[in-house]
């Protein structure tokens, strides 16, 4: 678990199961206004690590791949808090992320998952926490996080420290 820099940390999943348990952790540290950015090729492990974060926050139901429907929106029970799961992967910019809406979700005071977030980056606020998922091997992948801004510094502090126990 190598820091990189001050904001930065570097830790490699061995399975989809710690994929999914690292965003069990984070998901459970989030609240309302957090925006998670996560970037990677097909199959690196976004959804998987982004069901993770459903869990963890308390989703009353499972976090899928949203991509035919480009937004979930999820609930959890003991408040109502919004969670909001976007694919952005037909998306190519500004002008197509308004068809979504995105401004209204970034100001809805929810929880925000952006999967492939690099499409969109452009009109992405520039405090978030983003997370690039790399294939190292057939179920190994690195997930390099870097935070932006107060609140995610202390939000990647809380997750490491949740995660590794220092």
Not at 1 to 11: A, H, S, V
Not at 118 to 124: A, D, H, N, S, T
Not at 127 to 147: G, H, P, S
Request: charged residues 25%; contains cysteine; proline residues 2%.
């Amino acid at each position: 678990m190598p820091i990189l820099r001050e904001g930065e940390l570097d830790i490699m999943s061995h399975s989809a199961e710690q994929t999914q348990r690292f965003g069990v952790r984070l998901g459970g540290l989030l609240r309302a206004g957090d925006v998670i950015c996560l970037s990677g090729d097909m199959g690196a492990g976004k959804t998987v690590f982004s069901s993770g974060i459903g869990q963890g926050w308390g989703s009353k139901t499972p976090v899928t791949s949203p991509t035919f429907n480009l937004v979930h929106q999820h609930n959890r029970t003991q408040d109502k808090q919004v969670l909001y799961h976007l694919d952005c992967y037909r998306l190519n910019g500004a002008s197509d992320s308004a068809s979504i809406g995105i401004d209204e979700l970034l100001e809805a005071q929810g929880v925000v998952i952006l999967e492939w977030a690099e499409r969109i980056q452009g009109v992405l606020p520039q405090e978030r926490l983003w997370i690039e998922l790399k294939v190292r091997e057939e179920t190994r992948r690195n997930l390099q996080i870097e935070a932006v801004g107060e609140r995610y510094q202390r939000l990647l502090e809380a997750f490491r420290v949740s995660a590794y126990g220092f």
